[in-house]
């Protein structure tokens, strides 16, 4: 009788143990070192892009049959993806990351494998210092037209005269606050500090991102966003310390939290505070009056990406204003292109989120290059999240 | 290197005759040869398979460690110990871990035991292996999406959402150290349920006889017998489990909010976000060598309870 549940079983646990030790003893089957290994995997992959083994022909232009990504959580339209690959036979593979500084340390690293990908300006020119993005063939971008962009948002793609990146869209650094858990008005970081160590006890989350994370306690004393200086940067860090045991979570990627109802509060960007807005009314977006981050997020495409000719259809193919407005619209975040701005519907325009008002965006500040690199701020930030 | 003939052996500047011992000697140094060139052979991929994948990345890292970090981050050359000297600014990392990770593999093994035991002992006979594949099955699944559905059953929507139904209010699960220690215990339950398991049941139960024929309360027989018996198992349970947890960084990450900062979550901070390669090679090195220490604790510790058995862990 037993016989027959042994049968049906993968492994029993006498074997399990049996073959642990036998791994310890360093005696393997040819099967299980392959799968172990991932060599068996990795056969079958050679196999076929040597085209050893067949696989499905997309004729025209030779863009391969995949390609990959590195951009932001919530940031695109899925549909998009879909429809360039109903277009080009193109899958693409999106990879998301809470940081500049993991993309950086990724493509430093080498091996990103990614054909395109999305930069903070304040990150190009050291991408473009450590040699590690193309500079774009504009021949390839025939619906990129610079003349249609506010150049307010854009210079910092263009180094020496020469295009590294193109303008993906703009946003803010904000609050996103759950009006009816959280009943006190928020206008500022002052009280967005304060309150996390008060009535958002437990349920505050801040990025795990030292540019808006530090930026922002650095703006609870009004000091600037991007300060390197040692004695601003300790009253921050001293914030920071306060502030933890009170905190929910220290994570970017907070739009689950806050739907859930798990977060009352959060760090958070234009385009997730339209998107939670849009779908959860209650819940606001506002700029603190003292100042904080305005940002532009560009596409480019690394030195050694694997699949450049789609990385460029695809770049070329997200800058068609038809696919943009699309993109905008699911994504949430303002548009740089007037073509793009002319497609969307009026209350897309109207909305303050997006566009808020001339004097919140005034004191914002756009990232500074040196805050990515300097090693005080990233052992701040290390410090603040061991405690 | 036949037996048969006489021929005398080229490589010898004498190539005279030679006693009829040494020919019997050459051919057994010959087939002593072709055996350990055999064993060379066989053992050449795993070798190979360790150098590269194991020694040459232990190399790098040591070289690493006592680099420094570029400007704009990564590793350049040098030689300095500034990085070792600096491990202190991770010593709450890594007391987070010293504590969390016996505590996790220790709750694991309270957890664990008395299933093991059950299913050693006392599972009627038809339904143990039932019950044993239930608890390997869910550990075919990755460990990540595993983690995935405790955020959501520890998540608003999840068991607080229930709780709310029922007129308690905003409670939160989700990233505590609770949550954390829960996730551990659950995904490496059936690590340290299989070894005890086994263990047990080698059990020769006519011992348990003796010891009741002998006066042996229960307690006391589980104690003195059962429980003994069965150390080499709980080791082994405990330590896979212990050293898996020193490097663990996804359950924290997921479950703790990224709150509760384990040294593999500042390992990964070290090489993804400060960029500072050298700082994280050393810290790296560290902990493979208190690894190396908790491990030869353990084995001492379990040679010592078992009496004089030899226990293997690793």
């Known amino acids: ?387 | 290197m036949s037996g048969a003939g006489h021929k005398p052996d080229p490589g010898n500047a004498t190539g005279g005759q030679w006693p009829a011992g040494t020919e019997a000697a050459f051919s057994m140094r010959g087939t002593l040869l072709r055996k350990n060139l055999m064993t060379a052979l066989l053992l050449a991929p795993a070798t190979l398979w360790l150098v590269v994948f194991l020694v040459l990345p232990f190399v790098a890292i040591a070289i690493f460690s006592v680099g420094e970090r570029a400007p704009e981050g990564g590793y350049q050359a040098a030689f300095t110990l500034a990085q070792y000297a600096n491990l202190p600014a991770r010593a709450t990392a890594f007391w987070n871990t010293m504590v969390l990770a016996p505590v996790g593999a220790f709750a694991c093994l309270l957890v664990a035991y008395p299933v093991a035991y059950y299913l050693a002992l006392r599972a009627p006979e038809r339904w143990r292996l039932i019950l044993l594949a239930l608890v390997v099955i869910p550990f075919w699944t990755s460990l990540l999406m595993r983690t995935y559905a405790w955020m959501y059953v520890l998540g608003g929507r999840g068991i607080p959402a229930l709780l709310a139904y029922v007129g308690i209010e905003d409670v939160r699960l989700i990233n505590t150290p609770g949550a954390v220690l829960l996730g551990i215990v659950y995904g490496y339950l059936p690590l340290m349920i299989l070894p005890i398991y086994v263990s047990l049941e080698r059990l020769d139960r006519r011992l348990l006889e003796a010891s009741a024929d002998l006066g042996a309360t229960p307690l006391s027989t589980f104690l003195g017998v059962t429980l003994r018996l069965s150390l080499p198992g709980v080791m082994t349970g405990f330590s896979l489990v212990m050293i898996l947890l020193l490097g663990e960084y996804l359950i924290p990450t997921l479950l703790g909010g990224g709150k509760v900062f384990f040294i593999g979550n500042a390992l990964v901070d070290l090489f993804l976000q400060s960029r500072n390669w050298p700082f994280g090679s050393a810290i790296a090195i560290t902990l493979v060598l208190v690894s190396v220490v908790v491990l030869i604790a353990a084995n001492r510790i379990s040679a010592r309870l078992s009496g004089a058995r030899r226990v293997d862990l690793i």
């Open chain 1, 1 to 387: 009788m037993s016989k027959s549940y042994r049968d049906g079983l993968p492994i029993s646990p006498e074997k399990f143990v049996d073959q642990l030790m036998r791994l310890k003893r360093g005696s393997i089957g040819r099967r299980e070192f392959l799968g172990l290994t991932g060599l068996g995997v990795a056969t079958a992959v050679m196999a076929r892009e040597l085209g050893i083994m067949p696989t499905p022909a997309y004729a025209a232009e030779n863009l391969g049959d995949r390609m990959s990504i590195a951009t932001w959580p919530n940031y695109h339209d899925p549909a998009t993806f879909e429809s360039f690959k109903a277009e080009t036979g193109v899958a693409v593979e999106v990879n998301v990351f809470g940081s500049n500084e993991e993309m950086l340390a990724k493509l430093q690293a080498g091996g990103s494998g990614w054909s395109l990908f999305v930069p903070t300006n304040y990150t190009i020119s050291t991408y473009k210092k450590l040699d590690i993005i193309e500079a774009l063939d504009m021949a390839k971008l025939g619906n990129f037209d610079g003349s249609q962009e506010d150049p307010r948002f854009t210079s910092e793609g263009t180094i020496d005269g020469t295009i590294y990146a193109v303008p993906k869209n703009w946003g803010t650094t904000g609050i996103a606050i759950n009006t009816k858990k959280l009943t006190k008005p928020m206008t500022s970081w002052k009280e967005f500090w304060d309150t996390a160590m008060a009535e958002g006890d437990g349920r505050t989350m801040v990025h795990d991102y030292q540019l808006t994370t530090i930026g922002n306690a650095l703006k609870y004393y009004g000091y600037s966003f991007n300060s390197l200086k040692q004695d601003e940067l300790a009253k921050a860090e001293e914030l920071l310390l306060k502030v933890k045991p009170h905190l929910f979570a220290v994570s970017s990627d907070y739009q689950p939290s806050m739907r859930a109802g798990d977060a009352w509060m959060t760090m958070c960007w234009t385009n997730d505070g339209a998107q939670l807005h849009r779908d959860i009314p209650e819940i606001a977006y506002v700029l603190g009056k003292e100042g904080g981050e305005i940002w532009t997020d560009f596409y480019a495409i690394p030195k050694d990406a694997p699949n450049k000719p789609a990385g460029y259809a695809l770049l070329n193919y997200l800058m068609n204003p038809k696919v943009a407005v699309k993109e905008h619209l699911a994504n949430g975040a303002p548009s740089i292109d007037a073509r793009v701005n002319a497609l969307l519907p009026k209350e897309v325009m109207d909305n303050p989120i997006l566009y808020p008002a001339a004097d919140l965006l005034k004191p914002l500040e756009f990232g500074a290059a040196a805050t990515l690199t300097d090693p005080g701020r990233a052992e701040l930030m290390a410090r603040f999240k061991s405690a």
